[in-house]
């Protein structure tokens, strides 16, 4: 089982809708969740992060966390063509000490295609 | 300083060539990282440093990898003997940590270096 699960898609949804993304994680000692936009050749972007259970929201996304489940979403409302891109999800572990270093695992990033 | 930059941005190499990468994080950030992300997947981590000193290798870094932060400001990475399955985007990114506190994990990536092995 890989440690962070996402559907690698093609997602493809019409301007103006709803996007889901949805992740997976396997390591239940994760303590920070993050979705990450990348265009195709480019760096990953950080657009939400979220640390507790729940919704978080910002402008159009709106990232939940459901840590019994281990499961982490991304809305995106009022889809754009500019929104096409992969969205990877990451997930920052802490160690048996409860530190955390930063150090992220990533999905394998879902690719969402927003057609006209 | 706006961001994190990387050098090259693209690198093409024969086989059996060595090649190296430089990093420059943001200016306050303590903690740098490398990743490694091929197409269709996810980065990968491969190490990373707090200030100068290297904290963590993945398994993934073979003895023909090293990185180094020499003075916890710009990092490199070298590949030595550069084999085709090295070819991938080199991903450099940095964090800070607040004093006594917690990093969060939130990362800022440069712009990586394209590695083409021929």
């Known amino acids: 089982q890989k440690e962070v699960e996402q559907n690698s898609g093609p997602l493809s949804v019409p301007e103006g809708a709803i996007a889901s993304l949805n992740c997976t994680y396997s390591?239940?000692?994760?303590?920070?969740f993050f979705w990450y936009r990348q265009y195709s050749g480019k760096s990953p972007e950080l657009i939400m992060s979220?640390?507790?259970?729940g919704d978080k929201e910002d402008g159009r996304f709106t990232a939940q966390l459901n840590k019994a489940s281990q499961y982490v979403s991304l809305l995106i409302r009022d889809s754009q063509p500019s929104d096409s891109a992969t969205y990877l999800c990451?997930?920052?572990?802490?160690?048996?000490?409860?530190?955390?270093?930063?150090?992220?695992?990533f999905g394998q990033g879902t690719i969402l295609t927003v057609h006209p | 300083d706006t961001g994190v930059s990387q050098d090259p941005r693209h690198k093409i190499t024969k086989r059996g060539q060595n090649v190296t990468f430089r990093c420059d994080p943001i200016?306050?950030?303590?903690?740098l990282y490398w990743y490694r992300q091929t197409l269709g997947q996810g980065p990968e981590f491969l190490t990373y440093?707090?200030?100068?000193?290297?904290?963590?290798k993945s398994r993934l870094l073979s003895d023909r990898f090293s990185a180094e932060r020499p003075k916890g400001s710009f990092s490199t990475l070298e590949i030595q003997r550069t084999e085709q399955g090295d070819s991938a985007m080199y991903l450099c990114?940095?964090?800070?940590?607040?004093?006594?506190?917690?990093?969060?994990?939130?990362?800022?990536f440069g712009e990586g270096s394209r590695l083409t092995v021929l």
């Open positions: 990114a940095s964090s800070s940590t607040p004093t006594g506190g917690w990093n969060t994990g939130e990362l800022f």
């Open positions: 390591d239940r000692g994760s303590q920070s």
């Open positions: 979220i640390y507790s259970n």
């Open positions: 990451a997930v920052n572990k802490v160690d048996a000490g409860g530190t955390s270093y930063g150090k992220l695992t």
């Open positions: 200016s306050e950030h303590n903690r």
């Open positions: 440093f707090q200030n100068e000193a290297q904290l963590e």
